[in-house]
């Protein structure tokens, strides 16, 4: 071995021990009083999270049933992740910042501290509403606990006919639509999570895009946990009506704490009839200090349903931060000629944990998935993909590609793949390939040779290797992705 | 030391307990073998019919060594050259104690608890002739539970060819130790009737340099699982593993390997080729494990399959996990019908479909086969396994 590779690999290691928690930039809490349900879990906290939010009855009925379904299941244990625990008794289910009671009209009225907040994050919201009249500008529906306290562009998009706002709001202005399609993609006893989502949920957004509509702009919700133990558990669901098209960004960073913070979300796309939908995800919540306290435990179910002929649902994720991160980006792919698409990074350092993939389940005709998974582990992490592709016997001529590769940084840490590919129809075609390595001794040479210094080169390898799934970014992500991947990145490789 | 009956009890008990594994069990996800097998199995016949007819897998030499398991049990036993010795294995209580992971593995108890015949093969020189082992069943009724230890020493080598064949329901487990430069070479035929239920279990523990050379052809069976488990224990250590899977009718056959990669400087390659036809159900789990310590290991996996009928079904699953950072692991999978363009090539050359489609899939096979060329007697088996596969073939079309 070279000596300059000896230094990168030394200086590596330093550097990734010296990039824990100092550089979390986004680490803080906001003093913002709050009014919380008593610990615990159980139908009356159900009943007082509804009645908070003014539900109607059938909704309640609803989280009752969920609850009911959730006591009788068990936590799973499938996952590559290890974690204490959970006492789900001793978490706060229902946490809103006291200055909601009365909405504020505009940003002025907004509680200061919580743009101060948002200031720090670098969310550029007060500067949206100057930035009004700027093309391809982001409404921002900004999630600050649990309960929607801003939201831009409203109107802006109700001139499209777009309905972008709280999920609370829907319940109460389109109840229609929110009846017609809660559940329907996950359902309440999917699993343990979205048990327990299904249950306690607090708020989250809603998405309704009228037939025939390009929306206007890219959504966008930044997710903020704030109060120490709050689970925060939101919902999503965003419907892409006949020949509408929506790009969806979400992203999302916490203040460092030191006890862990649950965090079960749900989220729910559909598709009708040649729609399209595209949803980005950038995830950098508190992963854990450098010995593998605190942190975010992320358990998330998102699933997306090509529910319609020509429908097309693309996945693109960006996941750097969590303590535990137990996620799997899903497509449906009911009707005939619908596409899934999955991109994903996911960066594990110190003791973080990350078990994510994707499932394409290929129901009908001519219908094709994409998998791309670039997994990177440095430190102490481990990094597992699991996915599963599944042909139907009535799914003529489906097509899947998938490929999973792994970059291993660092002596102590893991990578794993676990893919489960099954075909009941002889027509389809399925590719995998997978592999796991380290940054190859001949390509370092080959940078290094045309005159990068070692760094350089290691960066550049490192970059190259996440390219794929960085270019299916949207633009107005692509730059927070890029400086995330770079701070997580560039200082765990030299 | 724990005496052989005792051990044999309480494997008794966990499998009166624990019965078949399920699909609950992950290792079991695509293999249910509780909804398929009885808890039970009736006394085996102990006298041997005369007139069995075997179909053997023969390479053919005069010398080669005979083992027969008729109904389980092993029939007589020739005179054995130097450097080749069988024993008993009640006498070695020491070679079945289990570790803890194996108490629960199902497989392995329920050998242990109807255990009919154990016998333990040592090797201590290079051994020219080929051993032909031969596993048998008269009727549906017969159960068979064996278990055979293989030990080379250093230096010593040694040529396996294994047949399967019959009704009812068979259960091998191979254990396999090979010291330093030692070097197994490894072939299994597997081809029963279409209601035989074969659960064959290899594990194999290799020391430094030592080389184990597998090649697995199934050709029919009703239910089948052939397991391979390789530790590699020592640098230099390597294990090749070939697999070809044909399968037709109702059959489910399923391929599992687990390649534990203990130590640094080791290698593996893992090929896998499945032709399904009719309703024929076929499995590939392959899992390599590198462990912390094992750097610059290089582990391939290869799984292939070709489906050629509407109700056939394939389940794969290659998995890598990777603790150690300088290595070099790959798997690659894929799954699809005849190539249609390949077929109309040989058409537009005059052959006729069927023959086109024989061709086509023999070719898909014969990388598994062309692993055979460094076997004693090579040329006659990949011969011999040709004209298997062109009958099972010429029945599909």
Not at chain 2, 325 to 339: K, N, Q, Y
């Amino acid at each position: 071995m070279s000596q300059a590779k000896q230094n990168i690999e030394k200086e590596t290691v330093e550097k990734v021990q010296s990039l824990a928690g100092e550089k979390y930039k986004y680490g803080f809490s906001t003093d913002i009083d709050s009014e919380k349900a008593p610990k615990g879990l159980n139908e009356d906290i159900i009943r007082f999270i509804s009645a908070k939010k003014e539900e109607p009855e059938w909704l309640l009925e609803w989280r009752l049933d969920a609850f009911e379904r959730w006591l009788t299941m068990s936590e799973p244990e499938w996952a590559m992740v290890d974690y204490p625990q959970i006492d789900y008794q001793d978490l706060y289910y229902y946490s809103a910042p006291k200055s909601m009671d009365d909405r504020p009209e505009t940003l002025d009225e907004v509680d200061p501290e919580l743009l101060r907040t948002y200031e720090k994050l670098g969310i550029p919201l007060y500067e949206q509403e100057v930035l009004a009249g700027v093309k391809n500008r982001v409404a921002v529906d900004a999630v600050f606990d649990s309960v929607s306290v801003a939201t831009t562009f409203r109107e802006e998009l109700a001139t499209a006919g777009v309905i972008f706002c709280s999920f609370s709001e829907a319940v109460k202005e389109h109840p229609e639509l929110v009846k017609k399609y809660l559940g329907t993609v996950v359902p309440k006893s999917d699993n343990y999570f979205t048990a327990l989502n299904s249950a306690v949920f607090s708020d989250g957004s809603f998405v309704y895009i009228p037939p025939n509509t390009r929306c206007p702009m890219e959504l966008s919700t930044y997710f903020r946990i704030n109060e120490p133990n709050t689970g925060q558990f939101e919902r999503t669901l965003l419907i892409a009506d006949k020949g509408s098209y929506v790009s969806y960004l979400e992203g999302c960073t916490a203040p460092m704490r030191d006890e862990n913070q649950l965090h079960a979300a749900v989220v729910e796309l559909v598709a009708l009839e040649d729609a399209e939908i595209k949803y980005s995800t950038v995830q950098n919540w508190y992963p854990g200090d450098e010995e593998g306290r605190g942190g975010i435990y992320n358990f998330v179910t998102k699933r997306g349903d090509c529910r319609e002929n020509n429908a097309k649902i693309s996945w693109t994720q960006v996941e750097t931060g969590s303590a535990i991160t137990w996620k799997y980006p899903s497509c449906i792919l009911r009707g005939d000629n619908t596409v899934g698409e999955f991109y994903s990074i996911a960066i594990g350092n110190n003791y973080q944990q990350i078990d994510s993939g994707t499932k394409m389940i290929h129901l009908g005709k001519n219908t094709s998935s994409r998998i791309i998974s670039k997994g990177i582990s440095a430190g102490k992490s481990s990094n597992a993909y699991r996915g599963q592709v599944s042909i139907h016997r009535k799914a003529d001529k489906a097509r899947n590609f998938t490929q999973c590769d792994s970059l291993l940084i660092g002596d102590t840490c893991s990578a794993h793949t676990v893919p489960y590919i099954e075909t009941k129809n002889p027509s389809a075609i399925l590719e995998h390939e997978a592999t796991t390595s380290k940054i190859s001794d001949d390509q370092l040479f080959y940078c290094q040779q045309r005159g990068l210094d070692a760094e350089e080169a290691v960066s550049l390898i490192v970059n190259g290797f996440c390219k794929d799934v960085l270019q299916h970014l949207p633009m107005e992500f692509a730059v927070e992705a890029q400086k995330l991947v770079g701070i997580s990145l560039e200082g765990s490789v030299g | 030391m724990t005496s052989f009956n005792h051990m044999q009890q309480e494997a008794k008990e966990i499998f009166a307990a624990n019965g078949w594994p399920n699909k609950r069990n992950e290792d079991w996800h695509y293999t249910d073998l509780s909804a398929r097998l009885p808890s039970s199995f009736q006394n085996q016949s102990l006298e041997l019919s005369e007139d069995v007819r075997l179909d053997k897998l023969t390479c053919d030499i005069e010398d080669a060594l005979q083992l027969d398991f008729i109904n389980g049990l092993l029939t007589e036993v020739e005179e054995l050259p130097d450097g080749l010795e069988i024993s008993a294995l009640i006498d070695h209580p020491e070679l079945v104690q289990q570790s803890d992971e194996d108490v629960t593995d199902p497989l392995l108890y329920a050998n242990l608890a109807h255990l009919e015949t154990g016998i333990v093969i040592d090797v201590s020189q290079v051994i020219e002739e080929p051993m032909e082992i031969h596993f048998h069943n008269t009727s549906s009724e017969e159960a068979s539970f064996v278990r055979i230890v293989f030990r080379l020493a250093e230096g010593a080598s040694l040529t396996l060819l294994e047949s399967h064949s019959g009704w009812g329901h068979t259960q091998l487990v191979s254990d396999v130790y090979q010291h330093e430069d030692s070097m197994l070479r490894h072939l299994r035929l597997h081809q029963a009737e279409d209601t035989q239920v074969s659960l064959l279990l290899n594990r194999v523990s290799l020391d430094a340099r030592a080389q184990y050379h597998n090649v697995a052809i199934s050709l029919s069976g009703g239910l089948g699982r052939l397991e391979t488990r390789v530790t590699f224990n020592a640098p230099g250590s390597h294990a090749g593993l070939a697999t070809a899977l044909l399968s037709r009718g109702k059959q489910h056959i399923d391929i599992t390997t687990r390649l534990n990669h203990l130590s640094a400087d080791t290698t593996s390659d893992t090929v896998a080729r499945t032709i399904l036809d009719d309703e024929a159900c076929g499995i590939f789990q392959g899992k390599v494990i590198v462990h912390q310590d094992a750097q610059r290991v290089e582990a391939t996996q290869k799984s292939d399959a070709l489906m050629l009928s509407a109700d056939a079904m394939m389940n794969v699953k290659p998995e890598l996990e990777i603790y150690a950072d300088d290595v070099a692991c790959a798997h690659g999978s894929a799954i699809g019908e005849i190539d249609h363009e390949a077929l109309f090539f040989l058409r537009s050359r005059g052959i006729g479909e069927e023959a086109a489609r024989i061709m086509l899939v023999e070719g898909f096979v014969s990388e598994i086969l062309g692993r055979l060329d460094d076997f004693a007697a090579g040329a006659v088996l990949q011969e011999n396994l040709l004209k298997r596969v062109a009958t099972f073939l010429k029945k599909s079309a």
